[in-house]
């Protein structure tokens, strides 16, 4: 089955500064790649997603890159802000026979004031 | 629309004990997640139903644990007899497919077995 591995599992940075954060898949049917954020005692919410036809997608201050090839996608935040603060999954799907979502273990990102 | 709706919000039972997390999906969804989330394990899929039929029961930790989906609107995880070890936020999801794949969570039930 698939096996997503997400680094860094904790991530601090200056606001203002960039974040990165890393995913690796196992299966390569896997055909959707969301990321969600949690805040501290709240539900994930999807923040972006990208499809295996897609190489990258931005949304303001985000982006996630694809890499079908090596089997990883990142997620990039851009002037992070204190509000940015939170836990964020990755998570891979695929759509064929079936609709599976298996989520990376978290990676919690303090961002400084 | 009121969104994903879970209950009982918090749980708090003895060993041995049954105990039955509801969900109520957003209305028009054809599919239904369940998850159970911990500090040490993350955020695990334990079964999903398309259109209120079982599709992937493979995360289901043991035979403790039980699902059904009896129609398109409510969905029960139960779990008989709880253990200390299924102390966990358990979220319920929903999606509306037809190549949407977004996943809307409920609330989330905390679940404290002692």
């Known amino acids: 089955g698939e096996n997503v591995e997400q680094h860094p599992s904790t991530l601090s940075v200056q606001e203002g500064d960039s974040a990165v954060i890393k995913c690796t898949y196992s299966d390569s049917a896997s055909n959707y790649f969301p990321w969600y954020k949690q805040e501290l005692g709240k539900r994930p919410q999807l923040i972006i997603d990208?499809?295996?036809?897609?190489g990258e997608k931005k949304d303001q201050r985000i982006a996630v890159t694809l890499n079908k090839t090596a089997k990883h996608f990142s997620l990039h935040i851009t002037e992070t802000q204190p509000e940015d603060s939170a836990v964020y999954f990755c998570a891979a799907g695929e759509n064929t026979g079936g609709f599976k979502t298996i989520f990376g273990a978290g990676t919690r990102l303090f961002v400084k004031a | 629309d009121a969104g994903v709706i879970q209950s009982p919000r918090h749980e708090v039972t003895e060993m041995g004990q049954e105990v039955t997390l509801r969900c109520k999906p957003i209305s028009g969804h054809d599919y239904l997640f369940w998850y159970r989330q911990t500090m040490m394990r993350g955020l695990e899929l334990l079964i999903y139903f398309n259109n209120n039929v079982p599709i992937d029961d493979s995360g289901m930790p043991e035979d403790r644990f039980s699902a059904k989906m009896p129609n398109a609107s409510f969905s029960t995880l139960k779990i008989q007899p709880s253990e200390p070890r299924d102390s966990a936020v358990y979220f319920c999801?929903?999606?509306?497919?037809?190549?949407?794949?977004?996943?809307?969570f409920g609330p989330g039930t905390r679940l404290t077995v002692t």
């Open positions: 990208i499809r295996s036809n897609v």
């Open positions: 999801a929903s999606s509306l497919g037809q190549s949407t794949y977004e996943q809307y």
